[in-house]
């Protein structure tokens, strides 16, 4: 079995960063595209950013500036840093991941959430 862990999420001022990051493990073969994505209380899941296998990101164009997202291939892992918080940036956030097990499965997998509070 594949899984996604996040961690990271807290409480945060307005204008304070936070870090997310998002753990792949167990039976890997290879992970292609990974995600974060966020849903604010009462609004639908949006896409914050992807980045591939090879480096290459996209961002939703309301996430351009303030969020960085980043992978260690090597750890399985993808990263958001997150500056300049607003309060509208509270959600949980969720990670997204492709990944190919060992079996040779294509699972489309993602995390339980982390929370991510910006208030003063």
């Known amino acids: 079995q594949v899984q996604l862990v996040e961690s990271g999420g807290g409480l945060v001022q307005p204008g304070g960063s936070l870090r997310l990051s998002c753990a792949a493990s167990?039976?890997?073969?290879?992970?292609?595209?990974m995600a974060w994505y966020r849903q604010a209380p009462g609004k639908e899941r949006e896409l914050v950013a992807t980045?591939?296998?090879?480096?290459?990101?996209n961002y939703a164009n309301s996430m351009k500036g303030r969020f960085t997202i980043s992978r260690d291939n090597a750890k399985n892992t993808v990263y958001l840093q997150m500056n300049s918080l607003k309060f509208e940036d509270t959600a949980v956030y969720y990670c997204?991941?492709?990944?190919?097990?060992?079996?040779?499965?294509?699972?489309?997998?993602w995390g339980q959430g982390t929370l991510v509070t910006v208030s003063s």
């Open positions: 980045i591939r296998r090879d480096g290459i990101i």
């Open positions: 167990g039976s890997i073969f290879s992970i292609g595209t």
């Open positions: 997204n991941a492709w990944v190919t097990d060992q079996r040779f499965r294509a699972l489309d997998l």
